[in-house]
């Protein structure tokens, strides 16, 4: 709201995300290429292996390639695209670790000139010296990261930075070691991974099945230190966050399970890789840097899905309100906005009455995750929803329940929050529909609650008798202060109840128990 | 519009005093500018080298420029993370907010250099078969990389002209705005082109001194070419300086007549620097000391670059007088880790000297193929 909004019609977050994701793709390939390509030569020197380095020398022109003109190009791409769709975020970054920017900067900096040397080196260096140039790369490229994870893990896991506002205790915050693990294994697997991509083109048959081999000698075990690296950053986040990505979360928990199923998928081609190492094609080659990359794209998707509603966790909403007020922030928290309105605050918005004022609100409060019609689109949201006006309304005055707190709160006066609903009203029809006990539940109650035997709304459900449950449930903000007053008619009441007291019978949850468990 | 447009200040405190942002703003900016000239300027001379503008050797010149390309742009965007990111630091408000304004374009910047990037290696594999070839490859690659100089020309005159921002942006919230109205907009952008033309001059006269192993004709035909660039250029800088003075609005006109005396010292120290580098290089165009002549041009034009740059940051604070007030930042200085960023820095500029030092570079400026040859 202290910035205007860059209303991207397919979505800014998809922007973000796109950008993001082949990034980190590429630069944590820059990171553990370095040292393959290194350890790799120093190898063959000591065997006297023409054949390898003659390899190694096109490796890294194609390494070079890759990272210095993608990797590095897209690096500042991630720049570009953040502070234009987050800049209160960006700025918010900038000053508390502009020196770490700036330390990483250096690394960059000499990671870039070493590379080039390195590269370039091949014609001209004895080696050396050439493995001189080499190594400093390694530690440059090595050190960036060390930097970026602890800026990167901040904004998930701040810690005691909140408070302190001390640059230290923000960088090293409780996922900074198991996250730069994380990373380190990434790194190495994807360093064979890129390898196999010019191993797969070497004629000699010889030849190249030994550096599929070796190749995959660093993908492997790399990718087995991911089990255990990933569960010690998955412990050291906020369960409550993480929760997201067991079942509160629809979309959190999706992307956990595609991360899972293609990091197995990538090892197992990786081992398949070594069946017939010196037929290996490019085309296999290929798939498995799809499936790596599928594999990367669904954690860092987790990442920052479980870190949602928050840009900055606990400090910076995802539509840049601060969590809590200050003294100098101008007005542009939720509690301040509460009180002086959007309309009242916001920069960049136009003076507007009704659904109009409700179209401004939505700009600066929701564009900077959701469009009208295509990602995370709210017309097709609202149109599975189905609700009425009423209901709408009372669902936006609970938002920051919704999905396990996925959303920040509705920021804004009573009749802002009118005017939005009404915007919101108009992009989709709802039509009233016969009580159907499970569409109900899909419709409204899972926005909050799981359709799981654990679930509160079930247990309390399941816990009174059916009279009284459909009693009860007449007036929800009794039941729980947050709870959005949906003021259900007594059929559709009565239509949940038997729904649940059908689906969560005796035996139903038993079954469903054991399924959790195992999952768990 | 009921609200002040200008964003609200950062509450996070500044990590370190202002002056020192604005220093490594100016110095870091000012590195950067040399290796934007050397690449762009490399560009338009090689395609010229190509299209007979140097009489002799043109294939090898284009060949010779071609396989530094490579090299030189990534130093640019190296050296342009720098002032990136201690701009934002400082100049956040207007910058951020610029930039929304032309988002597309701005966001395109990265897809347009990386292609116009892999055009340059391209061209570069492509000379080591055949000397000479890639001409229409470079081309566009120069293309890209001079719309995004007036991308960035477009994006700097728009962050500090905060009136015309709220106008654009309701007329175009999508981002696909330019700054086409604004009258500097164009003898500015010129005014860094041709520049870059000059200091590609420079570059092809610091490589006929550094070709030590090259027969000397090509050599003088290095020297002459690009010190025959470097004056036209220059002295066109004067004419497009001139345009460029005149666009601005006729309030800050006083300041580089007496008004400032920093403002007014560095424009006469600036365009004394240029004139001095024309006649140093006319009067040495057809001998043969190019060591004597490349340094000198080279010194002289840093000073110049230099002075300009801190006259352009002096000429966007009377810009963003009314709306920028340094002395409002709070100052909370992170002394566990500044330090160590000017340990590294120092460290780093150490090492990276060292690298140079220990590559064989055998007779040439980053000569890193022809060696080898």
Same mark, same amino acid.
């Not at chain 1, 400090?315 to 601060?322: A, E, F, I």
């Not at chain 2, 055949?130 to 070839?133: D, K, T, V």
């Given at each position: 709201m202290n910035y205007p909004v860059w209303d991207v019609a397919f979505g800014a977050g998809l922007l973000i995300a796109l950008v993001s994701v082949l990034h980190v793709f590429v630069s944590h390939f820059a990171v553990g290429g370095g040292l393959f390509l290194v350890v790799t030569e120093h190898r063959a020197l000591r065997r006297g292996d023409a054949g390898v380095l003659a390899w190694l020398r096109k490796h890294t022109r194609f390494f070079v390639l890759v990272t210095v003109v993608y990797g590095a190009i897209s690096g500042v791409g991630i720049w570009f695209t953040i502070a234009l769709i987050h800049p209160s975020a960006t700025s918010s970054l900038i000053h508390a670790y502009v020196w770490g920017w700036a330390i990483e900067w250096v690394f960059f900096f000499l990671e870039i000139a070493a590379a080039l040397f390195y590269m370039y080196g091949w014609d001209k260096l004895e080696p050396r010296l050439h493995l001189w140039y080499g190594w400093i790369y390694v530690i440059a490229a090595y050190a960036s990261m060390v930097i970026i994870n602890g800026i990167v893990t901040f904004m998930l896991t701040p810690g005691k930075w909140i408070e302190t506002h001390a640059f230290w205790t923000g960088f090293f915050n409780p996922t900074y070691f198991p996250s730069l693990a994380v990373r380190t294994a990434i790194a190495l697997a994807l360093a064979g991974i890129y390898a196999l991509l010019t191993a797969s083109r070497i004629r000699d048959v010889e030849l190249k099945g030994r550096m599929v081999k070796w190749s995959v000698a660093w993908i492997l075990p790399a990718l087995a230190t991911l089990p255990p690296s990933i569960w010690w950053y998955i412990r050291a986040i906020p369960p409550e966050l993480w929760a997201s990505a067991r079942g509160a979360m629809p979309t959190a928990t999706r992307y956990a399970g595609d991360a899972a199923i293609l990091a197995a998928v990538t090892f197992v081609l990786a081992l398949g890789a070594l069946v017939r190492p010196a037929r290996l094609h490019l085309g296999y080659a290929v798939a498995l840097l799809l499936a790596a990359l599928g594999t990367m794209g669904s954690f860092e998707f987790v990442r920052e899905a479980v870190r949602k509603p928050f840009v900055i966790a606990?400090?910076? @909403?995802?539509?840049?309100? @601060?969590a809590t007020p200050s003294a100098d922030d101008q007005g542009f928290s939720v509690e301040a906005i509460d009180e002086a309105g959007v309309l009242g605050t916001a920069r960049w918005v136009r003076q507007a009455e009704g659904a109009a004022a409700g179209r401004e609100i939505f700009r600066v409060e929701c564009q900077s995750c959701h469009t009208i019609d295509a990602y995370r689109g709210l017309r097709r949201l609202l149109a599975a929803r189905g609700w009425e006006r009423t209901r709408l309304d009372a669902m936006l005055g609970s938002l920051d329940l919704m999905h396990n707190g996925v959303m920040p709160p509705f920021a804004g006066t009573e009749a802002e929050r009118g005017a939005l609903g009404a915007y919101l009203a108009t992009l989709y029809p709802a039509a009233p529909a016969e009580p159907d006990g499970q569409r109900l539940f899909e419709r409204n109650c899972s926005v909050c609650h799981e359709a799981a035997p654990y679930d509160r709304a079930i247990t309390a459900i399941r816990s009174f008798d059916a009279e009284t449950a459909t009693e009860r449930l007449a007036n929800l903000p009794e039941l729980f202060v947050r709870m959005p007053d949906l003021k259900l008619s007594a059929a559709e009441r009565a239509a949940l109840v038997q729904w649940v007291r059908a689906r969560f019978t005796a035996a139903g949850e038993q079954r469903a128990a054991l399924a959790v468990r195992g999952g768990n | 519009m009921p609200h002040d447009p200008i964003p609200a200040l950062d509450p996070i405190p500044l990590p370190a005093p202002y002056w020192l942002f604005k220093l490594l703003l100016i110095v870091t900016f000012t590195l950067h500018l040399l290796a934007m000239n050397f690449t762009v300027g490399g560009m338009v001379l090689a395609l010229m080298a190509r299209w007979g503008a140097a009489r002799d050797h043109a294939n090898r010149m284009f060949t010779d420029i071609a396989t530094k390309l490579p090299v030189l742009l990534p130093a640019t965007v190296t050296l342009g993370v720098a002032p990136l990111l201690f701009l934002q630091v400082i100049y956040g408000q207007f910058f951020y907010t610029s930039s929304v304004l032309i988002a597309w374009p701005w966001f395109l910047v990265l897809v347009l250099l990386t292609i116009a990037y892999y055009g340059l290696y391209y061209v570069s594999a492509r000379t080591h078969r /055949? *000397?000479? *070839?890639g001409r229409s490859v470079l081309l566009g690659s120069f293309l890209l990389v001079a719309f995004i100089g007036f991308v960035y020309s477009t994006n700097l005159t728009l962050s500090q002209t905060p009136a015309a921002w709220s106008g654009k942006y309701f007329a175009g919230p999508a981002g696909w705005n330019l700054n086409l109205s604004e009258r500097t907009l164009v003898p500015r952008y010129l005014h860094f082109f041709t520049a870059a033309v000059a200091v590609g001059g420079l570059l092809l006269m610091l490589m006929a001194w550094l070709k030590r192993d090259a027969d000397a004709g090509y050599r003088r035909a290095l020297f002459q070419y690009g010190g025959k660039a470097f004056e036209y250029a220059s002295m066109a800088q004067f004419a497009v300086g001139f345009w460029f003075l005149a666009s601005l609005p006729r309030e800050f006109l006083p300041l580089f007549m007496g008004d400032n005396a920093l403002a007014t010292a560095l424009l006469v120290t600036g365009m004394a620097a240029a004139a001095a580098a024309i006649v140093v290089v006319a009067r040495a165009l057809h001998g043969e000391d190019y060591r004597r002549t490349a340094l000198s041009a080279t010194g002289l034009t840093v000073a110049a670059v230099a002075a300009m740059a801190i006259l352009r940051d002096i000429l966007r604070d009377e810009y963003l007088k009314p709306y920028f007030h340094p002395e409002r930042f709070v100052v909370e200085t992170q002394w566990t880790v500044l330090p160590l960023f000017l340990g590294l820095f120092l460290g780093g500029v150490a090492l990276w000297l060292v690298m140079v030092m220990r590559y064989p570079f055998t007779g040439g400026?980053? /000569?890193?193929?022809d060696g080898a040859k």
């Open positions: 606990n400090y910076m @909403y995802d539509n840049s309100l @601060y | /055949e *000397a000479g *070839a400026l980053n /000569e890193t193929r």
